[in-house]
């Protein structure tokens, strides 16, 4: 819950973005940033609530492909530093 003291620095911050023509969307995103433990949801509608579900539903996805995208390129080095191995080892015998 937010104390009155943040309560008020919120809807100061909210009415000086509203007199500077800003959405809600982007006073929520703005608000989002500057105080991310604070409970916002209020100054949205329900499509743009769920907009922003969405887009954080997908920023999750984009993390987890991120990381198994880096796992995938882990082991592609991996095999390929082996591949490399064994080939150098079968010239340097071929050669002898």
Do not use: C, F, W
């Amino acid at each position: 819950m937010l104390s009155i003291s943040q309560a008020k620095d919120i809807r100061n911050i909210v009415n000086e973005l509203r007199s500077r023509g800003l959405s809600k969307l982007d006073i929520y995103l703005i608000l989002r940033t500057l105080k991310p433990d604070a409970k916002l949801e209020y100054l949205l509608s329900p499509s743009e609530l769920d907009l922003i579900n969405r887009v954080n539903g997908l920023r999750v996805e984009l993390y987890r492909m991120r990381n198994e995208l880096y796992d995938l390129e882990k082991k592609v080095r991996r095999r390929h530093e082996l591949i490399m191995g064994v080939y150098e080892e079968l010239m340097r015998s071929k050669t002898k």
